[in-house]
């Protein structure tokens, strides 16, 4: 046992006979652990990617939220009306009245 182990940190098993079956499988290894590393990245440069964007979703939606305020308010009829009196319209004095359109049948 305690030989195995010294063999394995002097690196015996890369010059051994069967050498070219353990550089194939460190390859293979090192080749999976690069893989592994990439799709970990990948991963994490995704989760940013969602939480920024949640980030943008939630401004959004509170910009949203302010400018339909404004809006509602700007619907109002007292603002309607102080903004043509600007203009030079004023309300009309009589009320409107219905204008009924009987069918010809």
């Not at 994490?44 to 949640?54: E, T």
């Not at 109002?76 to 004023?90: D, F, P, R, T, W």
């Amino acid at each position: 046992m305690r030989k195995g182990v010294l063999d394995i940190l002097k690196g015996k098993f890369l010059v051994s006979g069967d050498a070219p079956k353990n550089w194939l499988f460190i390859v293979f290894v090192s080749f999976l652990a690069t893989i592994m590393i990439a799709s970990a990245h990948s991963a994490d440069g995704k989760v940013h990617k969602v939480a920024a964007l949640n980030e943008e979703v939630r401004e959004l939606r509170s910009e949203f939220v302010d400018v339909r305020s404004d809006v509602q308010r700007l619907k109002l009829e007292s603002n309607i009306v102080e903004v043509a009196e600007n203009l030079g319209l004023y309300p009309s004095e009589t009320p409107p009245k219905k204008i009924r359109v009987k069918s010809e049948k």
